[in-house]
């Protein structure tokens, strides 16, 4: 699988572009997520981050960019396997480093921990060979925090679309439309 073209014209600069290929060439090649891991020399490990920052584009354009490349990676297989989990990443080993309010983060699953994302993938599997073909959808969120919040369950109360389960439904509905097309093919 090759990653190159999936971030073509992405935030309509072709610099964007480039670094974007880049960092991702460098993450597979290194088999790590980790910017300080990939790149050794500085300049590529700020051009990186820069790029992460960059307000031209957004986590929704790379998402679906991911989604339309697995999608049509997905042709020629008799069968694939959807397989998809939430899983919590907490941050609070790195409380003196974040803000309290930080907008990117929220309460977890437990009561203290307090910076806390949620990530549910989609990863889609060749059936036969069970080998990684990429993924339908990714869901990133995060819970809002609430003052002196208890362990309590308040899912039942939430509107469907807030609430986790019904979330993952509808993405589950709008990933189905259109992973069908491309293994029809």
Not at 38 to 58: I, M, Q, S, T
Not at 124 to 148: H, K, M, Q, T, Y
Request: aromatic share 8%.
């Amino acid at each position: 699988m090759q990653l190159n073209n999936i971030f073509d014209s992405l935030g309509g600069d072709k610099r964007i572009e480039r670094r974007v290929n880049s960092l991702f060439d460098k993450m597979v090649e290194k088999q790590s997520a980790v910017i300080n891991k990939c790149f050794e020399d500085k300049a590529p490990k700020v051009g990186a981050y820069r790029v992460l920052r960059n307000k031209n584009w957004d986590m929704e354009d790379l998402i679906d960019r991911i989604r339309q490349f697995s999608g049509s990676e997905c042709v020629g297989h008799k069968h694939v396997l959807c397989i998809q989990d939430t899983t919590e990443l907490s941050y609070d080993h790195m409380k003196g480093r974040l803000k309290e309010d930080d907008p990117d983060f929220g309460d977890g699953s437990m009561q203290l921990k307090k910076y806390s994302i949620f990530v549910h993938p989609t990863m889609i599997v060749d059936a036969e060979s069970c080998l990684p073909i990429g993924f339908s959808s990714v869901r990133i969120w995060n819970r809002e925090r609430i003052e002196g919040r208890k362990k309590t369950n308040k899912r039942a109360t939430l509107p469907y679309k807030d609430n986790p389960t019904g979330g993952l439904c509808l993405q589950r509905r709008a990933q189905s439309a259109s992973l069908v097309m491309f293994v029809r093919q």
